[in-house]
């Protein structure tokens, strides 16, 4: 449901702090076969890439 609502709203990256969050949300991507419409990321890990 969360990569549902995630993908309406356009966006491209589905960030979260939780590590077990982090693992459920990129299952649920692959399991639905959505890895090609969105990407799931550890906020530090774009807050890296960043600085």
């Known amino acids: ?14 960030a979260t702090a939780c ?6 949300l990129d299952s649920a991507v692959k399991m639905l ?5 969105i990407r ?3 906020i530090l890990e774009l807050i890296g890439e960043r600085i």
């Open 1 to 14: 449901m969360r990569i549902r609502q995630a993908l309406e709203t356009g966006a491209e990256v589905l």
């Open 40 to 42: 799931v990321r550890d």
């Open 33 to 37: 076969n959505m890895d090609d419409r």
């Open 19 to 24: 590590p077990l969050c982090l693992t459920q």
